[in-house]
């Protein structure tokens, strides 16, 4: 005998569809919720990746403003392109850099010689402000000694002093292997001779087989122009690196007179 039907199997149908629906309903608002998360979360990657790309290039700026006294004097600015040199920013309203002019970058001073490099930007989560920083040590070069006159010279003037032809000073300097570093307080070296003239010496003449690690020695150190780049290569065990267009280049040898 069949079951008679009741009343109350309609809506219980209606019940558990509405529960299935609400189940994917919940699923697919998971779903979204999460794949949305990730791609916040990838695109904020990226954002950091370009704030770090615009502070690394906002320091190989500062480098190339080594020799300008104000970049040790104007306590906040950025530096713009301006033809084959950069200009102090001090406004920040012209320190936004990137894409859509995102990121707004700081160069501060941590003392007189400790650059603190930040580009700061909106996060893209609603969270607040992100920020990417490189703390950079940098040095004024201390002024060379023109040949032909006193103070390490050389008595002979510069045609005699041993260095380039197209040398246009000369500075004996008492140099360390591996202790004498450059302007920026480490040891970095740029080329292979000539090297560029805010290269660690210590590092150099060890490179250029002038002295040993820990040695110390009188270099001279040839001022020339700069070059238009400049290979890094590995000599006595030292590995110097490779760099673009520099104003000052620097030959070292061993004094003759």
């Known amino acids: 005998m069949l079951r008679p039907k009741k009343l109350t199997d309609a809506g219980d149908t209606i019940v558990e569809v509405m529960v299935v629906l609400a189940i994917l309903g919940l699923a697919i608002g998971i779903s979204y919720a999460t794949a949305n998360r990730s791609l916040l979360n990838a695109r904020q990657a990226q954002e950091s990746s370009q704030a770090t790309e615009q502070v690394q290039s906002q320091v190989e700026a500062l480098r190339t403003m080594v020799s300008n006294p104000n970049v040790y004097s104007t306590p906040s600015f950025c530096l713009t392109p301006s033809g084959t040199t950069y200009s102090i920013q001090p406004s920040a309203s012209s320190c936004n850099f990137g894409e859509a002019s995102r ?3 700081t160069i501060s001073h941590l003392d007189a010689n400790t ?5 700061t930007w909106n996060d893209v989560l609603g969270e607040g402000t992100d920020s990417a920083t490189i703390i ?8 060379p000694v023109v040949g032909g006159g006193g103070g390490g010279g050389g008595g002979g003037g510069l045609a005699t002093s041993g260095c380039p032809a197209n040398a246009t000073s000369y500075a004996d300097r008492t140099v360390t292997g591996g202790v ?4 920026y307080g480490d040891s970095r070296t740029w ?7 805010d290269s660690a010496l210590g ?5 250029a087989g002038l002295i040993s690690s820990g040695q110390t020695a009188t270099i001279r150190v040839c001022s020339q122009p700069g070059q ?3 290979t890094g290569s590995t000599r006595n065990g030292i590995t110097t690196l490779s760099y673009g267009s520099w104003p000052g280049s620097i030959t070292l040898i061993l004094p003759s007179d």
């Open 103 to 105: 990121y707004n970058i």
């Open 115 to 119: 650059f603190r490099v930040r580009a």
């Open 136 to 143: 950079y040590r940098m040095y004024p070069p201390t002024a």
């Open 180 to 183: 004498t570093l450059n302007q």
């Open 191 to 197: 080329g292979s001779g000539p090297y560029t003239d």
């Open 203 to 207: 590092t150099a003449a060890i490179h």
């Open 228 to 230: 238009s780049s400049y």
